[in-house]
């Protein structure tokens, strides 16, 4: 069923990016694509960007789907930096467990996060937030990555 359900994302997803190339537009469409589809807590982006203020390479808040959110996550912080410093997906079954979990929300429960590459560097990450524990499976890996790609 989650299998299905996800190849049928993929197709709309691929059809949604055609043809737009405004990077802001297509993760606000894939936040709401994604979290119609599933019904997942959060879903949304986190872009690469400069601070002005340090200069330093932070992950700042971008489109997404639920309530409110972190605006800045550290490199290597949390998740989401985590997914970032490794350049691979992280699939936590219960966040609590997590050393180092960035509580945005207590009702998030588990949690998956995608980077996605341009010239194979990361410029973003794909979080998306359950309210039930062990939501993500190889599956979700499988077809979040496969998706993210597309961006």
Known sequence: MKDRKYQLLYKQAQSMLEGESDMIANM??????????????WT???????TPESEKEVLVLGPFQGPLACSRIAYGK?????????????TVPDVE?????????????????????????????????????????DTDVFWLEKIAALL
Do not use: Q
């Open 44 to 50: 949304g982006f986190y872009r690469v960007r400069t």
């Open 28 to 41: 606000a469409n894939m936040s709401a694509l994604i979290h119609e589809t599933f019904g997942f807590w």
């Open 78 to 90: 949390g998740v989401c930096g985590t997914a970032w410093a490794n350049a691979s997906t992280v």
């Open 97 to 137: 467990l997590f050393p180092g979990h960035i509580a945005c929300s207590s009702a998030s429960r588990s949690e998956i996060v995608v980077p996605i590459f341009k010239d194979g560097k990361v410029i973003a990450v794909l979080d998306i937030d359950s309210a039930e524990l062990d939501t993500f499976d």
